[in-house]
């Protein structure tokens, strides 16, 4: 029969023998504040937890506070617990509120946990408004998902140390280093973000200078500067005499940016108060330009006709009208028509090379009026600032050359025929 002991009467300190032969209800002292809680929880059954029993030192109020269940913390536990509370009491620390304050803190920090892909999203978020286009926001979605989230997607953004940057670019930095250097560089950005947003502390693992590039190869070291493949400019005139033989706006949107020199995206979001016919010109804002700034295009006789042919269909407010109502041109449709006119072995963005090597090696015009038609900037301030005084009618001028060259079909080396007269 299990012995029932009266509180009252017990004098020495506990023993984990005795105390697992309790089964009277009450509240058994051990010293130091530390009491074992005896209760029935069911018939024929005790439930047994440790308290810790002190004084208000601001109410003068007894007051007690749980330490777990006997199952759970044991005797040298609690005990540990109890003097650690005692010895808090001396120094005027309250144990209940030190207990508030420490599960506060916990649930702060759960709170402010962040995983990685989470940090991703927010900073992509963050930097969408400042961005040209829709299609960067999900560059930098899809790479970071397609390489980053596997290995670091669902770990806290705070624990993201040098191993596990590595362990993102190490697999594809020698095989697909331009792809490996946009993700360190997405990735650096994520880092950054999130400790500026207070979601991690400490230097940034994915940076560069000064510490990757100590560890890792330089890009330029390991991969091949990729050009997009241009047509010579000798094969202009064979090529835009087939071009416009072809059907669909693909067509002509593409003629009109090879006279314009422009990039894919600026000539389908091209739209109609961005022409003006009577001067002959096409005014790019700077929210659709990769250098973020104004580019006026003059437009030769050959690319105001496509525009006014264009009008007298006009439908919507995109001059390059796409398949579906005031939708602009599809991204891939030049390429989709390079393919049907088997030369899959050239871009639509290849014709600023083919524009560039023409008027660099064909004829006279300065390099800074071709470097402007091609709206690249110049770094040289005095040739800038001569080249905004002079430029708008030599620009015009190489515009109108170009148009006739790609208007010109060259059968060899000294005779050339204008494409309508060979038609």
Same mark, same amino acid.
């Given at each position: 029969? =299990?012995? &029932? +002991?009266?509180?009252?009467? @017990?004098?020495?300190?506990?023993? !984990?023998?005795?105390? %697992?032969?309790?089964? #009277?209800?009450?509240?058994?002292?051990?010293?130091?504040?530390?009491?074992?809680?005896?209760?029935?929880?069911?018939?024929?059954?005790?439930?047994?937890?440790?308290?810790?029993?002190?004084?208000?030192?601001? =109410?003068? &109020? +007894?007051?007690?506070?749980? @330490?777990?269940?006997?199952?759970? !913390?044991?005797?040298? %536990?609690?005990?540990? #617990?109890?003097?650690?509370?005692?010895?808090?009491?001396?120094?005027?620390?309250?144990?209940?509120?030190?207990?508030?304050?420490?599960?506060?803190?916990?649930?702060?920090?759960?709170?402010?946990?962040?995983?990685?892909?989470?940090?991703?999203?927010?900073?992509?978020?963050?930097?969408?408004?400042?961005?040209?286009? %829709?299609?960067?926001?999900?560059?930098?979605?899809?790479?970071?998902?397609?390489?980053?989230?596997?290995?670091?997607?669902?770990?806290?953004?705070?624990?993201?140390?040098?191993?596990?940057?590595?362990?993102?670019?190490?697999?594809?930095?020698?095989?697909?280093?331009?792809?490996?250097?946009?993700?360190?560089?997405?990735?650096?950005?994520?880092?950054?973000?999130?400790?500026?947003?207070?979601?991690?502390?400490?230097?940034?693992?994915?940076?560069?200078?000064?510490?990757?590039?100590?560890?890792?190869?330089?890009?330029?070291?390991?991969?091949?500067?990729?050009?997009?493949?241009?047509?010579?400019?000798?094969?202009?005139?064979?090529?835009?005499?087939?071009?416009?033989?072809?059907?669909?706006?693909?067509?002509?949107?593409?003629?009109?940016?090879?006279?314009?020199?422009?990039?894919?995206?600026?000539?389908?979001?091209?739209?109609?108060?961005?022409?003006?016919?009577?001067?002959?010109?096409?005014?790019?804002?700077?929210?659709?330009?990769?250098?973020?700034?104004?580019?006026?295009?003059?437009?030769?006789?050959?690319?105001?006709?496509?525009?006014?042919?264009?009008?007298?269909?006009?439908?919507?407010?995109?001059?390059?009208?796409?398949?579906?109502?005031?939708?602009?041109?599809?991204?891939?449709?030049?390429?989709?028509?390079?393919?049907?006119?088997?030369?899959?072995?050239?871009?639509?963005?290849?014709?600023?090379?083919?524009?560039?090597?023409?008027?660099?090696?064909?004829?006279?015009?300065?390099?800074?009026?071709?470097?402007?038609?091609?709206?690249?900037?110049?770094?040289?301030?005095?040739?800038?600032?001569?080249?905004?005084?002079?430029?708008?009618?030599?620009?015009?001028?190489?515009?109108?050359?170009?148009?006739?060259?790609?208007?010109?079909?060259?059968?060899?080396?000294?005779?050339?025929?204008?494409?309508?007269?060979?038609?």
């Amino acid at each position: 029969m =299990t012995k &029932k +002991l009266d509180a009252k009467k @017990l004098k020495k300190p506990f023993s !984990v023998k005795a105390i %697992e032969t309790w089964s #009277k209800p009450g509240n058994y002292g051990d010293g130091n504040g530390l009491y074992l809680q005896v209760a029935r929880a069911a018939p024929g059954a005790v439930s047994k937890s440790w308290t810790f029993r002190y004084r208000d030192r601001a =109410t003068h &109020k +007894l007051r007690e506070m749980g @330490l777990g269940p006997l199952d759970l !913390v044991t005797l040298a %536990e609690a005990r540990a #617990k109890a003097l650690e509370m005692r010895k808090g009491l001396l120094v005027g620390v309250d144990p209940s509120a030190a207990k508030a304050a420490k599960v506060a803190q916990v649930i702060l920090e759960a709170a402010k946990a962040m995983t990685f892909d989470q940090a991703a999203k927010q900073c992509i978020d963050g930097k969408r408004p400042g961005w040209k286009s %829709e299609k960067h926001a999900e560059q930098w979605t899809n790479t970071l998902a397609t390489y980053a989230s596997p290995v670091i997607g669902s770990l806290p953004v705070a624990a993201i140390d040098l191993p596990l940057v590595r362990k993102v670019l190490d697999p594809i930095w020698a095989t697909k280093n331009e792809t490996a250097s946009r993700v360190r560089q997405r990735l650096e950005a994520v880092l950054s973000w999130a400790t500026v947003s207070k979601y991690r502390t400490g230097e940034n693992p994915a940076r560069w200078k000064g510490h990757l590039d100590q560890l890792l190869s330089k890009p330029s070291k390991v991969q091949e500067v990729q050009h997009h493949p241009a047509l010579p400019y000798a094969e202009i005139g064979a090529f835009t005499a087939l071009l416009k033989v072809q059907k669909g706006v693909a067509a002509v949107a593409l003629e009109f940016l090879i006279l314009t020199a422009t990039r894919t995206g600026e000539v389908i979001g091209a739209t109609w108060d961005e022409i003006d016919l009577n001067k002959r010109l096409w005014t790019i804002p700077k929210e659709r330009m990769k250098a973020d700034k104004e580019h006026l295009i003059p437009l030769s006789p050959r690319a105001v006709e496509i525009i006014k042919d264009l009008a007298k269909a006009k439908l919507g407010g995109y001059v390059f009208p796409g398949g579906k109502l005031d939708q602009p041109l599809s991204n891939a449709a030049m390429l989709a028509l390079l393919k049907r006119m088997g030369r899959a072995d050239i871009t639509s963005h290849g014709f600023r090379s083919t524009f560039r090597d023409w008027a660099g090696e064909q004829t006279s015009f300065a390099r800074e009026v071709i470097e402007a038609a091609m709206s690249h900037q110049l770094k040289d301030k005095a040739e800038a600032a001569y080249a905004r005084g002079t430029m708008p009618e030599r620009r015009r001028k190489l515009m109108e050359a170009w148009a006739q060259y790609c208007g010109t079909l060259k059968t060899n080396a000294d005779n050339v025929i204008p494409i309508m007269s060979a038609r």
